[in-house]
Nanobody
Framework: QLQLVESGGGLVQFGGSLTLSCTAS????????ITWFRQAPGKDREGVSC????????AYVDSVKGRFTISRDNARNTAYLRMSNLKPEDTGLYYC????????????????????WGKGTQVTVSS
């Protein structure tokens, strides 16, 4: 069992930056790939970025490439999403999720493949 808690969301102006954290309970955090998803009101949940269990593989959705950076510190049971040059279309509830199959290669996986979810942290970008 893995419990995930997101933090770091908030209100930021267009062009600003935020760093989200995803902190896990349990000793097996390092076995899971971590994916960040976001969901805007009235829209489907969208995969944003993933990182493999060891951190050696990452992927990003096209809309955030060059602006977002995913990382993890397995010793701290924490994954991060550094978001820069934020735009209003980045607004949404951001979730982290863990995948026991450790998939993150070439593209961001879908929500259906995730095993554990956090409750989300809100990011709002004002124009």
């Amino acid at each position: 069992q893995l419990q995930l808690v997101e933090s770091g969301g908030g209100l930021v102006q267009f062009g600003g930056s935020l760093t989200l954290s995803c902190t896990a309970s349990g000793r097996s955090f390092g076995r899971y790939a971590i994916t960040w998803f976001r969901q805007a009101p009235g829209k489907d949940r969208e995969g944003v970025s993933c990182i493999s269990s060891g951190g050696g593989s990452t992927a990003y959705v096209d809309s955030v490439k060059g602006r977002f950076t995913i990382s993890r510190d397995n010793a701290r049971n924490t994954a991060y999403l550094r978001m820069s040059n934020l735009k209003p279309e980045d607004t949404g509830l951001y979730y982290c999720a863990a995948d026991a199959q450790d998939y993150c290669s070439g593209y961001v996986p879908t929500p259906m493949t995730m095993d554990y979810w956090g409750k989300g942290t809100q990011v709002t970008v004002s124009s």
